[in-house]
């Protein structure tokens, strides 16, 4: 397997000896832990105790059915936080033995089963009755297939309008493909798409009135869930430095048609990365498997502070990035022709707590330095487009421009339209999203039936 | 290695230097495996069940199955191995090279034949060139002619007469091998030692069925497309084996050496039959599992045990639990206990509220918020289902309540029915056996 191959394609998942192994060693709780932690209702304990006693495609029907994205949530989960938070396997009592401090790999199971079903051909769904209510959904990310899922599977008319090429959101554009490669995508968009959904690619819902026309144009119901695809710069008027990309930018180049352009932009090159979230490692991580001389990851708090999830940290500590804490970035240095060659850095110092109850970092007067750099990635968060009120004007939006939807019920300030996912809750978690998908889901159905 | 106790024993007159053998089946084979399993500890071999030669043996393919527990394999083993399919001339010459190699190690010659003279014959044979012991197989579960195998080991007469007919030609000690396909083991053994038999050893395979394929509906092993009910053997036929050995331990007229087999794993499973009243064991689907070297531990284990208990022979211990084994009718019922939880131990799984739920006595009630069991004591069944499904050893122990306490009875669902149930109390008396 070329090094190429190897940043393509995922790493294996369980087999199904290991699997049923790993479900052996679940304490099939009472009231488990592990259902009260997921976020979409995925159910694990009901799906382990399915593989435990060898009711294999039911297993996976209770993943499905819940889940739509089960196979992409197994994978793509920070499973330590959620479902295995409190596995009761982990024996958390005050006579912890020795070495029982394991949750059941979850994930892994999950994972385990969607792909099983795919190898097996296993079909969860029959195609219901049609129906003649028709549902646009605005956005194939995970928000967007879970919603239209959720309807498709009970016959409403669905149509998901992607601005993009092809589906799949931020399962697409924003993932490395070591993660969560192309061929699982396609598998589980495969799942989706048998439920008889219609996709329109390439077909932005934007501009004046846009989303809101969808209700005049024909469709009872309209669930909102493009994500957020306009990346936070430090330098807003930087668009045409060389070498300088946003996360969006150079995770999508990595996933579409400009992969090896981008190879070629890393390959041996000094790469910097802005930002402490997750966002940042998968940007890191893949600068070194793309073969960068040496990586940055430039962050203004300190080790402990940074947003991305435990093990994300330490394996791209382990894959030899350089973290250069406590330094706020500046500005950026350019040669000829707009050329990025380094980044201007100040120092910083932590000091009293912030609204989001960490240190707030303070600059260190006279420390600038510069950092040579040929290549800076902003992983500093994604925002809504600044017009992007206007594409829903009645719809009431906070100060960030994100869309104020209930909870409960994905319900905008306008009847008819939902809203979820990120362009809702700022930068969250797919399974939040898929979430959000199948809550819109139902409260649509409610509506419709008034 | 443990020295200064003895596991030495004495089996009808013959030394081994301990109880551990190898029994008649694919693990003792041929003379190159089993002088493995001396070099590795055992003291003793069954050797695998010869043939006269008479009708050739072939074996089937596959010859077995297992069945896992879980991701736990072998819990048993399914087998449809028939006797050895080597030529007598080849097995007695083995028999002669570990004789000459391995002078201290016992070697019993299993032989099976259908009529007196083909069981006179092997008999004979296996003597003359050096076997210590004979074992008659009475029990090989998957013979079909009326008079071989465990078909034998059903039909007492038979059983009787060849072993005497065995008894007569032979000076060796006899032992016959019983199967346990069979309600009360003690009656075919008494017919054995009428018939001059000097020791038993049981069981053999349990008669089952492994598995059925869900695709073909072929039992397993599949046999090209067939199947067979066969013999059983491993972890899961212990109980079953404990329970002959120790049943015929306890008959004073059989008063016979008693060899135990039956899914010995362990030096603490080996212990059990011989507390039970076996004075050597014998192992095959343990070996099958996980090879000779596990007599290394059975050999340290108990020599561990009995150092730990100042027990200086392995024979003092020999029957040490039959005092204590009794009819059920023989219970203190005066006596009663409920379970006991130590909740610092606690890892809130629920699954001891969910058996005492489903399958006991409703005596736990589950503290939703903080994941927690609470044990209702007055309802407590003391089955001990709770403490069996507990993941935390010794959370839950079995303790004694005063003689005053008493347990609720079940709740009637509905007591207004009462007044409509048709019913009279049964007032007769009787004898307290069965009688038509």
New interface residues.
Partial sequence: MSHLDKFKEMRKGLDLVQAIAEADRCLLCHDAPCSRGCPADTKPAEFIRKLRFKNITGAIRTIKENNILGGACGVLCPTSRLCEEKCSAMFKSQNRPAGADRPIQIGEIQRFLVEHSWQRSVRIFEKPEPRSEKIAVVGSGPGGLSCAAELAKEGYQVTIFEGRPQPGGVLRYGVVSYRFDMNFLEHELEDVKALGIKFQCNSPIEGKNAAEKLLQDGFDAVFLAPGLWDAATIKPDGKNIQGLFSSVDYLSALRDGRFEKMEKNIKGKAVAVIGGGSVAMDCIESAVRLGAKDVYLIYRRSYSQMPAEPDERIEALEAGVHFVLLNQPLDYVTAKKDRLKGLKLVRTRLGALDASGRRRPEEIAGSEWTLDADVVIEAIGNKAPDESPEWYPKVDVDGNKLIKADPETGRTSVPGLFAGGDIVRGPALVVQAVQDGKVAARAIKEYLKQ | MVNNVDLSIDFCGVQFKNPFLLSSSPVSNSAEMVARSFDAGWSGVVFKTLNSDRLPIVHPSPRMHCIDY???KEMAVQNVEMISDRSLKHNLTEFLYLKKNYPDHPIIASIMGFFTDEWVYLAKAAEDNGADMLELNFSCPHMCIEGAGHKVGQAFQLLEGFTAAVKEVVSIPVIAKMTPNITDMNEPAMYAKKGGADAISAINTVRGISSVGLDDFVPTPNVFGKGAISGTSGPAVRPIGLNFIASMAQNDQLNLPLSGIGGIETWIDALEYMLLGASTIQVTSGIMHYGYRIVDDMIEGLSDYMIERGVGQISDLVGKALPNLHETEAFDLERQGIAQYDM????????C??VCQDAAGQAIE?D?ES?RPNLIEDKCLSCMLCKFVC??PDLISHKEMPKEWKRQETAVMDSSLEKDIKYEPFTKEGPNECVI
């Fill in positions: 879980g991701s736990k610092d131990k606690c890892i809130g799984c629920g699954q509220y969910i589950w939703a994941r993941p935390v």
